[in-house]
């Protein structure tokens, strides 16, 4: 059994293999941060690759924290911040995304079209604090959410699928809620089929809303993304 872990920029690879003659590659693509090829000893039925993304990896240290206070908004709309890749911009709603953060973080998994693969997960780790700052209780929710699109899909933020999604609501005044955990798509999840097909497009995004003149902060300590794949696991 091999092990070998290879750092593509911000991308972490792990692969887990039995090695045998033949050659597989895989090109990770960490939108225009990083850029790896990486050619691979080929691999028995047991080969599994892991590709991580440590997402904090891609916000420079100090702006791990952010603390704003909402402005007048008749509609309620909410605050947006985009992780991957990462945007200094607070964005409202209903604004346009700018063309290079739309595409998100692409990814082409080594996934074998025939038979397909089914040993395939994904998992979305976070610890974040969210803060309400001001003397109202009227900061109504905070949302991190990851989503999956077709590498065709030029906006994943637009018109990505749903996967994960961690949340809190209601946070009265001067306290703080924790969103921390690790939860996984398998098959028959939303997204699943979409990684499946090989090449994808994923978006992790921050989503904000309260009354005006609410001061919000959120402070991250991890955000991570974890996809498994064991590309012969249908081969008979």
């Known amino acids: 059994m091999g092990y070998r872990c290879v750092r593509a920029g911000k991308t972490m690879i792990r692969i887990q293999a039995v090695w045998s003659r033949r050659s597989v590659m895989a090109i990770i693509l960490a939108g225009t941060a990083a850029c790896a090829v990486l050619l691979l000893p080929g691999c028995k039925v047991q080969t599994r690759y892991s590709l991580e993304v440590d997402v904090l990896s891609y916000i420079p240290e100090d702006e791990r924290a952010r603390e704003w206070t909402a402005d007048d908004d008749e509609n309620g709309e909410r605050y947006r911040v985009i992780f991957l890749p990462y945007s200094e911009q607070l964005f409202r709603e209903s604004e346009p995304i700018a063309a290079e953060f739309q595409k998100g973080l692409e990814v082409d998994l080594p996934v074998v079209e025939d038979p397909g693969v089914d040993d395939l997960t994904l998992s979305f ?28 899909v030029e906006n994943v933020y637009a018109d990505g699928t749903l ?18 955990g690790t939860r ?53």
């Open 163 to 180: 996967m994960l999604t961690f949340d809190a609501t209601d946070i009265p005044a001067g306290e703080s809620r924790t969103l921390a």
């Open 184 to 236: 996984t798509i398998r098959r028959g999840d939303p997204g699943f089929e979409i990684l499946a097909a090989g090449k994808a497009r994923l978006g992790l995004e921050g989503l904000f809303r309260s009354d005006p003149g609410v001061t919000m902060e959120y402070v991250l300590n991890v955000l991570r993304v974890k996809i498994s794949i064991r590309p012969f696991s249908m081969l008979p």
């Open 125 to 152: 780790q976070i610890d974040a604090d969210v803060f309400n700052r001001s003397e109202s209780d009227d900061f109504k929710e905070a949302a991190f959410r990851l989503l999956a699109a077709p590498h065709s």
